[in-house]
């Protein structure tokens, strides 16, 4: 009877429910210690804690955290260039939830046909 | 396996320098790459820019590319020649931009076999990522589903292989497109007695034509008859929790919201519900509806181009 029951995973929501040590975070984004270092000294992530030993990241630094590590990875960017790359990006993706938010998603179709 | 001109991906001639060879590929690393760019095959190309730019800015590697002659052309059918990689050591220490995962058959075949970096004993599984579409429903009351991960994999050989794998997950309530649920020990297996890593699950909303979400707000569109907007009007909408009765007060105009507090996506707090209001003109098809509008225009003195100038 049992083995006809399937089991479901359960979870948990890092953005509500996980906080991450470094080394947590080193492991979840594949990113050296020294990198994540840098980016806290840069401002791209922003612990609680006062030595590294003792930060606790919050789970949305996950996702900056692999960004970052994306973009200086692949595009070979320095820390100050990852940093401005996050915070451009943000306000993109900011802008279009408002466009999409009020309908206008069409923008990008039309703006690429014009190109 | 098709032949892949690593020089005509890069735009670069045979005879580039190494400087060459990293500036190109910085400049179209920076324009495909798929966190920045939104072109549709962003993704494609980046890996191939990547699996390029590995091999070419890597002196052994390019000088083992470049014996094998300028004749091949892209798309041809490829098989390395028997005597391949006599005579070259590669060092092993980078198999390229992304997780070496991802190159195609053509990479592994001519540069796949070095050896996969030492592994440490008794060493925690790495964690792995992969995105979940889910509707907006599932969010709205949990759900659960099954999913098909496609994991690499190594063989003896050190050759990547593709392991299909099945997994029934747990979608809580409440959550949210761009969030990630960390399923723990369900990553790469450890090494020695080391644990398995976890895997990350982002989650992401298969689009719907109903219902735009915004973070834990969603949106959606409701057309209303010229006279529905103009008068007043109760009416029933869809939402995703069922249809409601929503009140739209006289004077209506198109853009206007009407927030539905806490019927977004539920959680402490839940989200809000907007509806956009848009006025839907009805057809002048019959003569009876041309008449209407007859009498609309007699009846306004409406000049709906007044702060227009010149």
Not at chain 2, 197 to 213: K, M, S, T
Not at chain 2, 276 to 302: C, G, H, W
Request: with cysteine.
């Amino acid at each position: 009877m049992i083995e006809n029951e399937m089991t479901f995973l359960q979870g948990d929501v890092v953005e509500e429910e996980v906080q991450l040590t470094i080394v947590e975070l080193c492991q979840a984004c594949n990113a050296e210690i020294d990198h994540v270092m840098i980016w806290v000294v840069e401002g791209i992530l922003a612990p609680q804690g006062e030595t590294p030993r003792d930060w606790l990241f919050s789970g949305d630094s996950l996702r900056r955290a692999r960004l970052a590590q994306r973009l200086s990875r692949d595009l070979e960017i320095n820390p100050p260039g990852v940093a401005l790359a996050l915070d451009l990006l943000d306000e993109i993706a900011t802008l279009r939830a408002q466009l999409q938010c009020a309908g206008i998603s069409e923008v990008r179709v039309e703006a690429s046909k014009i190109q | 396996m098709k032949f892949k001109d690593y020089y005509e991906i890069l735009g670069v001639p045979r005879t580039a320098t190494q400087d060459d060879v990293k500036q190109a590929y910085r400049k179209l690393a920076r324009k495909f790459h798929p966190d920045v760019s939104k072109a549709p095959d962003a993704e494609e190309r980046f890996k191939e820019l990547g699996e390029a730019y590995a091999v070419l800015k890597d002196s052994e590697k390019r000088a083992a590319y470049d014996q094998m002659g300028s004749e091949w052309k892209t798309g041809q059918d490829f098989q390395p020649p028997p005597d391949w990689g006599a005579g070259f050591e590669f060092n092993g220490s980078d198999t390229g931009m992304g997780s070496g995962s991802d190159h195609s058959d053509f990479f592994e075949a001519l540069f796949g076999r070095q050896a996969r970096g030492r592994q440490q004993p008794h060493m925690q599984g790495q964690d792995h990522h992969a995105k979940m579409m889910i509707d907006l429903a599932d969010a709205y009351r949990g759900a659960k589903r099954s999913i098909s991960l496609r994991m690499p994999a190594y063989d003896a050989q050190g050759h990547v292989t593709t392991q299909e794998r099945k997994l029934d997950v747990s979608i809580p309530k409440g959550i949210r497109a761009g969030q990630h649920l960390r399923l723990s020990g369900q990553g790469g297996p450890g090494f020695g007695a080391g644990p398995a890593g976890d895997l990350f699950l982002e989650i992401a909303f298969n689009p719907d034509l109903q219902f735009r979400a915004d973070g834990r707000d969603v949106y959606m569109d409701l057309p209303l008859a010229p006279w529905e907007a103009a008068l007043g009007a109760s009416i029933t909408t869809p939402t995703p929790e069922g249809p409601v009765q929503l009140t739209i007060p006289p004077g209506s105009i198109a853009g206007r919201k009407l927030r539905l507090k806490g019927r977004g996506i539920p959680g402490s707090p839940p989200g809000d519900l907007y509806v956009v209001m848009t006025i839907a003109l009805p057809p002048a098809n019959s003569d009876q509806t041309r008449e209407a509008y007859q009498a609309m225009a007699k009846a306004f003195d409406f000049n709906p181009r007044e702060l227009q100038k010149g």
